[in-house]
């Protein structure tokens, strides 16, 4: 198997405005006020979204991304995945990647919760003895009862939140995106999912995790990129970069960090 790596080489991403719309001009309005307006090829007003991104990850490094709000985490994690296409630059991924998104990401809602699970099996390939077992293991994960055999769309957000979670983390990758989403749902869940996700931390070879929750960086990620209106303003250590961020001393950590990443050597399981 092959090692993970993700090059990313003078990436900007630019999201086009259309004015026919109130929450086009709200973008356009925050846009401007940031220095973020521009013009594409076409000489359509845009939104670098990112501008011009630079970095490399190889198998072992554990990311974060931490920033205010809108400043292009989400977008990054996006353009990682293969939602996004860069306006400029290459983005590069080598490993297979699995990406905690969005709770629904990758789900049809007019399918049952049973049907969403073979769907994802298919998808990535795995064999039929193989998609039964994935089918049991989120199927007890869950807890959704009978509903599994009915539409997601008829499903409460935290059951959404509930089979997504047990989707996307049931099938482990040589490379893990996060977003913040994962740490939803209510406490009893969270507090049974939380092994099982920090399981899947430790078995990625390489990490690349947005929130807010600076515990969760310190203790699962050993890099820091700090973005600011798209750009990278800051890349290091974590508890460097955290204390620039922040703009003050951290505290002692109350948990031990997660520790190393699967390697070559011991690939996580398919």
């Not at 399918?111 to 969403?116: A, I, K, Q, V, Y």
């Amino acid at each position: 198997m092959n090692r993970a790596l993700i090059s990313v080489e003078g990436v900007s991403v630019l999201f086009p405005l259309y004015h026919g719309n109130a929450r086009s001009l709200k973008k356009m309005v925050v846009a401007a006020a940031s220095g973020r307006l521009g013009s594409d090829q076409r000489h359509r007003v845009v939104v670098e979204a990112l501008r011009e991104l630079d970095f490399q990850l190889v198998s072992g490094d554990r990311l974060g991304l931490v920033g205010s709000n809108g400043a292009g985490k989400t977008t990054l994690l996006r353009t990682l995945a293969g939602i996004y296409e860069p306006a400029i630059g290459r983005v590069r991924i080598q490993g297979s990647l699995n990406a905690l998104l969005d709770p629904s990401l990758g789900m049809n809602l007019e399918l049952t919760g049973r049907e969403n699970i073979m769907l994802r099996g298919l998808y990535n390939g795995l064999p039929r003895p193989m998609l039964a077992r994935l089918e049991a293991d989120v199927a007890e994960f869950a807890e959704l009862g009978d509903f599994l055999d009915l539409p997601v769309r008829i499903y409460s957000a935290g059951m959404v939140v509930r089979l997504g979670f047990a989707l996307a983390t049931a099938i482990k990758p040589q490379i893990l995106l996060m977003d913040e989403w994962f740490l939803a749902g209510d406490a009893a869940f969270m507090a049974k999912a939380r092994s099982r996700l920090e399981e899947m931390v430790r078995g990625a070879e390489i990490l690349v995790l947005s929130t807010h929750a600076t515990d969760i960086v310190r203790s699962w990620c050993t890099r820091v990129l700090w973005l600011d209106q798209g750009r990278i303003h800051a890349d290091g250590p974590a508890d460097e970069i955290l204390t620039q961020y922040l703009g003050h001393p951290l505290p002692p950590l109350e948990s031990e960090p997660l520790g190393e990443s699967a390697t070559a050597d011991q690939p996580p399981a398919a």
